[in-house]
């Protein structure tokens, strides 16, 4: 069964500083993308990157990159330059493997605080 | 380009009751999801449609829960009857062929 781990309930992070959010996966899946999201009091879930398994390169858009290691099924978040925007639940998410379907299967999130 | 629309935004219900809660995907969007938040998780997938078919319910509690979308556009998710346990975020997400999935805002469902 596919599950996604976070380990960190909170994390706190003083504003324009570095913070990395931790992910472990497991997956049947072959060929896939793992996702992080971001979820503000407003409770739209936003995309805030996403990485294709079989590239190597790790993905980057703009002050957020990841550090994707495949082998160890570890798929972290680096947010550089924190802003008090960026505060929010940050949730990383994996294949759902059922029936065809292509949904996604989602960690407990981290609650990710911006001090000023 | 409108987003995933979602309505109502809040419900409060006594147990046992049913409620509906209705989805308008992205326009073209022939994926769409329903997924059930509970307070301290993440979202968890219940039903999936391809157009006006299902493709995975498995995780459809389908004593009481049902899901429908005539015609392959808007969607309705409901709850027949409803338990405390039920008390969530029902989100709505759709995607282009199953790519980049969007999400609405949610309905808040509160069973007392």
């Known amino acids: 069964a596919q599950t996604v781990t976070q380990s960190q309930p909170e994390m706190s992070v003083q504003e324009a500083e570095t913070v990395t959010l931790s992910c472990t996966y497991d997956t049947s899946e072959s060929d896939y993308y793992l996702f992080w999201y971001k979820q503000p009091p407003s409770r739209q879930m936003i995309l805030v990157i996403r990485q294709e398994a079989y590239k190597q390169q790790n993905a980057t858009e703009n002050r957020f990159s990841v550090n994707f290691q495949k082998a160890a099924k570890s798929f972290s978040l680096k947010i550089s330059d924190s802003q008090l925007g960026d505060a929010a639940m940050y949730f990383c998410a994996c294949p759902y493997s059922g029936g065809g379907a292509d949904g996604l299967t989602f960690g407990k999130g981290t609650h990710l605080i911006i001090q000023p | ?112």
Do not use: M
């Open chain 2, 1 to 112: 380009e409108a987003g995933v629309a979602q309505s109502p935004r809040y419900k409060i219900i006594e147990k046992r009751q049913s409620v509906a809660f209705w989805c308008n995907p992205i326009s073209g969007h022939a994926t769409l999801y329903w997924y059930q938040q509970i307070l301290g998780q993440g979202p968890k997938l219940l039903i999936q449609f391809q157009n006006n078919g299902v493709v995975d319910d498995s995780q459809l509690p389908k004593d009481r829960f049902s899901a429908e979308r005539l015609k392959g556009v808007d969607s309705t998710l409901k709850i027949q009857p409803a338990k405390l346990e039920d008390s969530a975020v029902y989100l709505c997400a759709s995607s282009l062929d199953g790519g980049e999935a969007f999400f609405g805002q949610g309905t808040r469902l509160t069973v007392v």
